[in-house]
């Protein structure tokens, strides 16, 4: 089958820490003058690309890299470079697709000779070190250069879509659910998509989306709560036990998502298991989180073994190593997570959690000019757009949670600076500095993933403001994309959804009004009594001047009439109980699709001076008269709700409003 995403999963697990230290060579760190050294002294690079969770990092440190003979070879030919692809999203995007670990030898120019995936026994490793030193030419793993021609067009053609869908759904595995074979995880994209189907009604979505979701709580930490990362062996019992924060956060907001549509206890006792673990293991005193936590806790003491005992006996024997960097990228994530679990509990706890982290991250990782975001304290490489991206969603995901346009501010700033990060060959490049000055090096990578979230980003933010700019960074990233697609070996479902959400027409997500005008309480009696699938509220006062983008001009509908809908805009001239059920009535007939919500833009003007006033009227499309008039628009717009397109809950506001 053709889809392991993420194939480096069949080889992860754990980290390095001092409880896993052996002999072995001196390793460098990556650096500048790391290929001119390599050409003074005529001697390969290599790489040893790990993860500090990785288990099987570990065995390569404790058998392959103390072996004499592989320590030989090293010492007499080679830079040997360890790196921590979670510190360094340039390499770790680059050469993801072999890890972890991922073993990449380089020539003394920076030329790639061989990318090896996963663990190598020391032997392997030694032939493969003697066969390089005996002829330096690239070996069949590093092939030619993939090269992505952006596409004229920002959208799939049809037959595209149609390779793309007929690939995902040939990687679903109908006997135990999940996407892949070996491997037994919770790929994003593709629940992503099939929740996205599910909720457009589509029985076969939902379907194989509640049968994964339902196998895959069996990665959950019963004891101390949290998910496992993935299960091998084509099941989903034999976990592998590392707890990383992509994860948490990832099936944080699957399962809220899901139990948001479906309402299966479950799916809620689920967020809460993942939630708690965040909560007691992964959060600093600061209130940002951590980044993961090791499988094993030794050598002698694994993941089978240390995960199967209670509290108490874990605590008694001492705690896997967490690895206690604060990027702002996995506290994007974090947030993100936190703030869709707050969205079908509404606990004010969750949100205060998920708040303090986003303003330990905008006091200590924010750059000078206040729109992007540093990953950790001191970084190699960057600045990477991940974290910016990350960062950026989570104050979307804020801002849908709580109305605060604070959050809608700070998204809109990350936006800017994400878009510098634009590539006018094509794409988003992952950092805006690259990693070495020659060979494949100097020229910068792009990842896949990015590309996908700056679609969803950025269109997010058009929805939000109405501004083509973000649209167009939207489309600049999704010709890059329909271009790439045709050339991968694996189902990109992100494409998919990126293609769709760059089809929906932007919309603003307010209700505009007096918080005393009896029209206006009706109007939100009217949004309270729509079904939840369609519900986005935001609440503005207009006495306090606040516009949501007064250089947008909104049609004037003119004289108030009977309740019409025109290419789903709709207008109507009064608020009583009678004339809202029927609109209730009308609008509950219309298509249901994925994460939609009804926009209520109502411009109550009391006064002739509110009026006659040109901002307003041109912003609110106010009416040609005043008093017992009041011009209004209700916008059914296909638009996502908050991140990957999904509904956004009713939230409690600060107001009350009248019942019908």
């Known amino acids: 089958m053709k889809f392991v995403r993420i194939a480096a999963f069949a080889l992860a697990g754990l980290a390095a820490s001092p409880s896993f230290a052996s002999d072995g060579p001196k390793w460098s760190g990556w650096s500048d003058d790391l290929f001119a050294r390599a050409q003074a002294e005529q001697r390969f690079v290599i790489l040893d690309l790990e993860a500090v969770w990785c288990h099987w990092c570990h065995v390569m440190e404790k058998t392959t890299y103390a072996n004499p003979e592989v320590r030989e070879l090293l010492a007499a030919k080679y830079l040997p470079v360890r790196v921590d692809q979670d510190a360094n999203p340039d390499l770790s995007s680059r050469y993801g697709d072999w890890g972890w670990p991922a073993t990449i030898v380089f020539g003394p120019d920076g030329t790639e000779i061989a990318k090896i995936r996963g663990h190598i026994e020391p032997e392997r490793m030694q032939a ?14 590093v092939g030619e250069a993939f090269e992505v021609k952006p596409s004229t067009s920002a959208f799939l053609d049809k037959e595209q879509r149609a390779a793309l869908m007929k690939n995902v759904d040939e990687s679903y595995e109908a006997k135990l659910g999940g996407w892949g074979e070996n491997q037994k995880y919770i790929d994003a994209d593709s629940m992503d998509l099939a929740i996205t189907r599910a909720e457009s009604g589509d029985a076969t979505a939902a379907k194989r989306a509640r049968q994964t979701l339902d196998a895959a709580i069996a990665l959950i930490d019963p004891v101390w709560g949290g998910v496992y990362q993935y299960s091998e062996a084509g099941s989903w019992t034999l976990p592998h036990f590392e707890k990383i924060m992509s994860f948490q956060a990832q099936y944080l907001r699957q399962y809220s998502q ?4 479906w309402k299966d206890p479950k799916y809620l006792a689920a967020t809460r298991n993942i939630e708690r673990y965040l909560a007691e293991f992964l959060r600093s005193t600061e209130g940002a989180f951590y980044v993961s936590q090791d499988a094993d806790l030794d050598h002698d003491t694994d993941g089978h073994t240390y995960y199967a005992l209670s509290d108490g006996e874990r605590r008694k024997l001492g705690m896997p190593r967490i690895d206690k960097n604060l990027y702002a990228r996995e506290n994007g994530w974090a947030i993100s997570g ?7 509990i509404n606990d004010p706890k969750v949100l205060a959690i998920a708040e303090r982290a986003a303003k330990w991250v905008i006091d200590n990782r924010a750059l000078p000019d206040g729109g992007g975001f540093r990953q950790g304290e001191k970084d190699r490489g960057g600045p990477f757009i991940g974290d910016t991206l990350a960062m950026g969603q989570a104050f979307l995901d804020l801002y849908a949670a709580m109305g605060n346009r604070d959050w809608l501010t700070r998204g809109a700033k990350a936006g800017e600076f994400v878009a510098t990060f634009h590539d006018e060959i094509g794409g988003f490049v992952t950092s805006k500095t690259a990693e070495g000055k020659t060979g494949v090096l100097a020229k910068p990578a792009k990842l896949i993933d990015d590309q996908v979230q700056v679609v969803r980003f950025m269109n997010l933010l058009n929805r939000y403001f109405g501004n083509e700019a973000y649209r167009e960074e939207a489309a600049h990233a999704m010709r890059y994309l329909a271009s790439a697609s ?3 070996m694996r189902p990109l479902p992100g494409v998919l959804l990126a293609d769709e959400e760059l089809a929906i027409e932007p919309t603003h997500l307010t209700i505009v009004g007096h918080k005393d005008d009896a029209r206006a309480k009706n109007l939100h009696a009217l949004a309270r009594a729509l079904p939840a699938r369609y519900k986005r509220l935001e609440w503005l006062d207009l006495r306090e001047g606040k516009l949501p983008n007064p250089d947008v001009e909104y049609p004037d509908l003119g004289e108030p009439a009977a309740f019409t809908c025109s290419n789903r805009i709709c207008s109507f001239p009064s608020f ?3 004339e809202l059920r029927a609109t209730v009535a009308q609008i509950a007939k219309l298509k249901p699709v994925r994460g939609s919500w009804i926009e209520f833009r109502c411009a109550t003007q009391t006064t002739a001076d509110a009026c006659a006033n040109p901002l307003k009227r041109r912003a609110f499309c106010a009416a040609r ?9 209700m916008k059914y717009s296909h638009a996502a709700g908050v991140r990957h397109g999904r509904e956004v809950q009713p939230q409690k506001r ?3 409003f009248e019942t019908l």
């Open 258 to 261: 899901a139990y948001a549509l």
């Open 576 to 578: 009583n109980a009678e």
């Open 486 to 488: 045709a050339g991968m």
């Open 654 to 656: 600060k107001f009350s």
């Open 128 to 141: 493969l070190l003697k066969a390089i030193i005996d002829d330096p030419s690239p070996g069949p793993s």
């Open 625 to 633: 008269a005043c008093g017992d008039h009041c011009c209004t628009q």
């Open 338 to 344: 936190l703030s869709a679990y707050y969205n079908v």
